[in-house]
């Protein structure tokens, strides 16, 4: 799977949020503005950027971007150690997002992390692993992550949903500290906007074989990047560092967009955290 983000998305949503100009940016970088603005909206630059210099105007890791750049990606196992996992990704709008189906080995129960565009392919898995979908944990409420709410409703009436929205009923709504069972998996949340006013991170741990926790993160942190926060730019990363960072490294990071990360790869080489 594709990045979510470019070298080109990660200085655009830079510059956005420091409110700059691209003839500014350009300039601290030793290109021209031409050059610059293809650069922003291909992820291809045609000259020698100074990256430090960028770095240093847009508050990003100059050495992590030039990485980026160079075609880093994530190396996060797809997966692989987390049997009872499985990434699903629907496209609508323009756009692909990705939903997370996780289930207990024993009982069979599950949960669904957002629902993306379509709720079929979450159905036709648990049908074929013969699960009984009791959860449904929102990360936030951007339409793409929750267009398949009624579809899911209909399939499992019983389903508990769970979100951060204020908007939602109250029997919705995370109480601090809850944690849920699902099995001899537990999952529990950790507030993190920026990116969306109602922003959470789920946590999964109990997993066979002392895998590695789990962080549902919707759109809060992509592999090398950041969901756009706009003038949240601040309180995302603050977020982000104390609530997705400050987890294991070995952590595995399922975003809302893009492949599969770690928290040591993130802290290791996305921009946006020098």
């Known amino acids: 799977m594709p990045l979510e983000d470019h070298a080109g998305d990660v200085l655009a949503k830079s510059r956005a949020s420091a409110n700059l100009r691209a003839a500014d940016v350009a300039l601290a970088a030793g290109l021209s503005v031409e050059n610059y603005t293809h650069w922003e909206k291909t992820g291809q630059c045609g000259g020698a950027p100074d990256y430090t210099a960028l770095g240093r ?39 692909t997002v990705n939903c997370f189906l996780v289930w207990d080995e024993a009982t069979r129960a599950a949960a669904l992390f957002d629902t993306g565009w379509d709720g079929a392919p979450a159905f036709k898995l648990a049908d074929e ?50 944690e849920f069972s699902l099995g001899s998996l537990r999952v529990a949340w950790r507030d993190t906007p920026g990116h969306a006013e109602d922003g959470v991170t789920y946590v999964i741990t109990g997993w066979p074989d002392n895998a590695p926790p789990v962080a549902v993160v919707g759109d809060a942190v992509f592999a090398g ?10 309180l995302a990363k603050r977020k982000i560092r104390e609530q997705i960072f400050s987890l294991p490294p070995d952590t595995l990071i399922c975003p809302g967009h893009g492949p599969f990360t770690t928290v040591g790869q993130e802290l290791a080489n996305n921009p946006f955290f020098p």
């Open 57 to 95: 105007l847009l508050d990003l890791d100059g050495a992590k971007l030039e990485r980026l750049a160079g075609g880093w990606e994530p190396n996060a196992e797809d997966g692989g150690r987390w049997r009872q996992l499985r990434m699903i990704s629907t496209s609508g709008s323009g756009m």
């Open 225 to 234: 990047s950041i969901g756009g926060p706009k003038q949240f730019a601040a």
């Open 129 to 178: 692993h013969g699960l009984d979908l009791k959860h449904l944990f929102i990360t936030h409420s951007h339409t793409d992550h929750i267009a398949a709410i009624p579809d899911v409703r209909a399939r499992f009436p019983g389903v508990e949903i769970h979100s951060n929205s204020r908007n939602a009923p109250r029997t919705q709504h995370l109480a601090p500290g809850a």
